[in-house]
Nanobody, 122 residues
Framework: EVSLVESGGGSVQEGGSLRLSCQYR?????LAWFRQAPGKEREGVAVIFGIRGTTYYANSVEGRFTMSQDAREKSLYLQMTSLKLEDTAMYYC??????????????????WGQGTQVTVSS
């Protein structure tokens, strides 16, 4: 069982930046950020796994978002830059207790935080 608590959401104008944080407790094979906008499916944003901290990103955020991890502090971060209106969503961090499968499939994650809202306005 992994507990996760997100923070750092808020409102920002287009082109702005935000940094999300996620404090976690417990062991996970991989840790990820997801987001869900009203009326849309939950979408994988970024994932980190392995000793080397390998990361993958959704095409929609590649080059704008950066995921990092402080293993000693058991913290995840999502640095978001050049934010767009379509980045508006509830953002969740998630943990998977087993490896394998498509990292962006939310069904493979069995522990979730409560979410933090990100709103981008024009």
């Amino acid at each position: 069982e992994v507990s996760l608590v997100e923070s750092g959401g808020g409102s920002v104008q287009e082109g702005g930046s935000l940094r999300l944080s996620c404090q976690y407790r417990g062991f996970a094979y991989r840790l990820a950020w997801f987001r869900q906008a009203p009326g849309k499916e939950r979408e994988g944003v970024a994932v980190i796994f392995g000793i080397r901290g390998t990361t993958y990103y959704a095409n929609s955020v590649e080059g704008r978002f950066t995921m990092s991890q402080d293993a000693r502090e058991k913290s995840l971060y999502l640095q978001m830059t050049s934010l767009k209106l379509e980045d508006t969503a509830m953002y969740y961090c998630a943990a998977a207790s087993s490896p394998g499968g498509d990292w962006a499939n939310p069904q493979l994650y069995n522990n979730w935080g409560q979410g933090t809202q990100v709103t981008v306005s024009s």
